[in-house]
């Protein structure tokens, strides 16, 4: 295909339902009556809008032309770096939506409920596999759960030792939630200030690490897309001063099936099941963070856990020194049979050729646009890699207003502004399911955009011109929030 994909085609508008339809109109041929007629509630009938009448065309075409103004990873690349936006498989959907796991309620008596428990069963045991540890929860509703679940275990632990810590380093190339994690614990943050290569020193971890410090949380690849190759040092540092590594493992796709986390000195890893095992992220909700963890810390895991005896799978609540229970249940289980569906599939040469073509892709990327835009730091990448907007500062112009032209050419824009130590960040990973041709595509939409900022730095600012929405005053929106509908 010649030209962008981006156009300025037909892009409807849509009424609410309440305003469409007629009096008598009908969608639905209910059965013949075998109860008395009853009237509706008051609640119903009252003052608020009454219920339109609508036919099963205005209906279908209503949500029809909703779903156009939407972009997701169906209908394109997502290349948001530092999150990884991977196509969600198909027969994953098939797998949760069988009737077995998807009506299954979760106050079911264990013998009625052997399928779900052996599945969540089967996917701590892979999840631990894949982490190079030896034992997981599922509990954790999102990364940023499974962070506060290893924040909670490195407290458990510091406890049963009978000195609490009070501070924990995190590096500035982490993801932006772990000081919160550390701080909901109690812990104090601790900066720990990247290299000039963009990684973690020993001698600078060496530095800050004291007995009144329980651990590190560190990102591995970092947010840079680099991988910390000094991570078994750092954690000889953290381990012989009683401290604990946590592994932030959001951008494992990076590196599954070929390094195994526990293998290389962390004791505690977070897996987003919505990242790397390409489960869908939904509108805030819901994703899955599972824990793994070494054999010494497994005691502290939350409860309930699955446990086998003889050949039947039950949950436990057994284990007297575990930080307790996360949510309600026992996870978010749509998501796991879908990650479960993910790892069966590919098995462990599929994981690792994922890893291995997210990191070519990524490459890829950085060398067609090195010269393009200003790369924060010349080397190769793993899974993402990150230039800024520092060649287009002369002519006035932003990361943001790059980003916004980009969906006028059809693309979601990457991730901007992230990480914070690089002036006018533009992080993209594209993925490993993305073709050359895509991939082009992309490369050729930004070369398109740099020439314009040149040469009409004022249609960026305006930008995006071609989209349903057009720019909007984010100061304005930042200082009067519209919060009701």
Partial sequence: MNGPLGTSGLILNEPLLWEQGQKGRCGFSLPERDVPESPLPEALTGDGPAFPDLSEAEVVRHFTR?????YGVDTGIYPLGSCTMKYNPKTNERQAALRGFAAAHPLLPPRLSQGALRLMAGLERDLAEIAGLTAATLQPAAGAQGELAGMLIIHAYHRGRGKQRTKVLIPDTAHGTNPASAA?????PVPVPSDGRGIIAPKTVSALMDDDTAGIMITNPNTLGFFEENIREIARIVHERGGLVYGDGANMNAVMGVVKPGEIGIDILHLNLHKTFSSPHG???PGAGPVAVTKDLARFLPVPRVVETDGMYALS????????????????????????????????????????????NANYVREKLKGVLHLAYD???????????RDQQAEGITALDMAKRLMDYGFHPPTIYFPLVVRGAIMIEPTETETKEELDRFVEAFRAIVREAKES????????????????????????P???G
């Fill in 66 to 70: 909703l779903s156009t103004w939407n």
């Fill in 184 to 188: 909901l614990c109690g812990y104090a």
């Fill in 283 to 285: 509108g805030g909700g």
């Fill in 317 to 360: 609540e057994d284990f007297p020194d575990s930080v307790g229970r996360l949510v309600a249940f026992h996870g978010h289980f749509g998501v796991l049979v879908r990650a479960y569906s993910y790892i069966r599939s590919m098995g462990p040469d599929g994981l690792r050729q994922a890893s291995r073509l997210a990191c070519l």
């Fill in 379 to 389: 080397r190769p990448c793993m899974h993402e890699c990150v230039f800024s907007d």
């Fill in 457 to 480: 730095p004022q249609l960026l600012r305006e930008a995006p011109v071609r989209c349903k929405v057009k720019r909007l005053d984010e100061a304005a929106a930042a200082r009067n």
């Fill in 482 to 484: 519209r919060l009701a």
